[in-house]
């Protein structure tokens, strides 16, 4: 079985920083993507920001200059470093990994954690 389990969330004031950090864990084989997406209310679950095995990055335009990805292979985490975080940033952020299982005959699946409020308030 694997789980990813979020941490870091919380309240920050506009133009504060937060650090997500996300850790998966069980039979591991490999994981291909991981990432962060996130979820404001009455709205769809959108990509925030994803890193591959070999490092490429992908954010979104809401994102860009204001965050970055980061991931640890060894360790099977990654974290989001988001900085001077806006009102709108408001949302239950949740980590995403593709994941190969060990057991015999797996393949890639996507897994999700329980997600991590993040709210953005003065």
């Known amino acids: 079985q694997v789980q990813l389990l979020e941490s870091g969330g919380g309240l920050v004031q506009p133009g504060g920083s937060l650090r997500l950090s996300c850790a998966a864990s069980?039979?591991?084989?490999?994981?291909?993507?991981m990432g962060w997406y996130r979820q404001a209310p009455g709205k769809q679950r959108e990509l925030v920001a994803a890193?591959?095995?070999?490092?490429?990055?992908n954010y979104a335009d809401f994102v860009k200059g204001r965050s970055t990805i980061s991931r640890d292979n060894a360790k099977n985490t990654v974290n989001l470093q988001m900085n001077n975080l806006r009102p709108d940033d408001t949302a239950v952020y949740y980590c995403?990994?593709?994941?190969?299982?060990?057991?015999?005959?797996?393949?890639?699946?996507?897994?999700w954690g329980q997600g991590t409020q993040v709210t953005v308030a003065s």
């Open positions: 995403n990994a593709v994941i190969k299982s060990r057991y015999p005959g797996a393949g890639y699946d996507s897994y």
């Open positions: 069980g039979s591991i084989f490999s994981i291909k993507a």
């Open positions: 890193i591959t095995s070999d490092g490429s990055t």
